[in-house]
């Protein structure tokens, strides 16, 4: 039975495919695992497809469908525009839907371009709306307990941050030119696609980024035109070939404003590496380890331990003392992939409920989007870059 003291927030959802599946699922698992303020409801689904975005609606359990996002903004019973579309159509959509006065999150990253990013947060400070980005990695358990260690003073001064983020599923030649492939649409590839992920939680467990110096390869210059198919497969649709005009492999260096040396690397080339997203971060007191493919884990050292027995230890960061974990399972009973979405859309409906603003968020987004031009910038001309330097 629904509690009718919750507010209810009315999504409307734009896209429908492998981000759609993973926010539908957490909007209609929040009320069973949390004890939320909001009730979600999934009012409508925007897709251009009519056929197949009503076959969607039907399997995740949407109540209405539409065909152009536009109508879909002008429905007086959306409360939330949810964008999981095409990178280069996150502005637009987003500053149409804060004009309305929508609530808006997006997928990541924010857009394809920092002017890009800064009209979107504009427009979200103009109109006064909530507004998220989508990086759900802040929200595993053992990510949210190594930023309250580091908060906390647990590993003292940081001296370190490394991460990579490494996949392999492009790494076929006959795999397809498909969206995220070209830069006029997704506006980078390995670099915006997965290392906007390290760059986030970067910014979140150590700070602003200051200065980088990074090269980036393209491996593959031509594929055979296609289309994505669902998750990140994907089928040819011609003999044809296109120009591939995004990185495959971003690596860099980062100097952050604490101090703190910084090193990361972010490829869809990896063979053997399905999501290999992983941070180390090494301070004067102790240090971390976290590997999303062992999402509960995280791996602790302190300094101040006995001699004898130092060394890594394994957290299995289940317990009730860990953020999020107690909503779920008696602890050793691990969660997954699907419930850091849960946990971050909980957060924002919860904002909702409460009129206040949430993070990561569009000021987020636009500072993720500053570093990645300077990286980009770095590459082409092969030196360092200030990434303030970009705020001008």
Known sequence: MINHSKKDIRIGMIGYQFMG???????????????????????????RNEKAVQEAADKMGWQSIETDWRDLIKRE???????????????????????AGKHIITEKPLALTVEEAARMKEAVEKHNVIHMICHNYRF?????????????????KIFHF????????????????IWRLKKEVSGSGALGDIGAHSIDLARFLVGEIDEVVAMSKTFIKERPLGEMSGGLSAEVSSQEVGEVTVDDAVAFMAKFDSGTFGT?????????????????????KGSVRWDMENMNDLH??????????????????T?????????????????????????LLYEFVEA????????????????????????????????WEKVDQLNN
């Open 77 to 99: 019973d959306i409360d939330v525009i949810d964008i999981v579309t095409p990178n280069h159509t996150h502005a637009e959509i987003a500053i149409a839907a804060a004009e």
């Open 21 to 47: 599946k993973a926010h539908s699922h957490a909007y209609r698992d929040i009320p069973f695992f949390f004890e939320s303020k909001a009730n979600p409801i999934l009012q409508a689904l925007c897709g």
């Open 352 to 383: 909702i409920a409460d009129q206040r603003q949430v993070s990561p968020n569009f000021h987020d987004g636009y500072k993720n989007q500053l570093v990645l031009a300077a990286i980009e910038k770095s590459a082409e001309q092969k030196s």
């Open 162 to 177: 490394r991460a990579n983020y490494l996949q392999d599923f492009i790494i076929d030649p006959s795999f397809p030119l």
């Open 140 to 156: 595993v358990p053992a990510v949210q307990y190594a930023k309250r260690l580091i908060d906390d003073g647990r590993l003292g």
């Open 300 to 317: 602790v050292y302190f300094t101040d331990d006995e001699k004898g027995v130092q060394g890594f230890r394994r957290i299995l960061c």
């Open 264 to 284: 990361f690397e972010a490829t869809r080339f990896a063979t053997g590496n399905r999501n290999k997203n992983t941070f180390e971060i090494n301070g004067e």
């Open 319 to 343: 317990e009730e003392e860990h953020p999020y974990a107690g909503a779920y399972w008696p602890a050793g009973h691990i969660i997954g992939y699907e419930h850091t979405f849960i946990h």
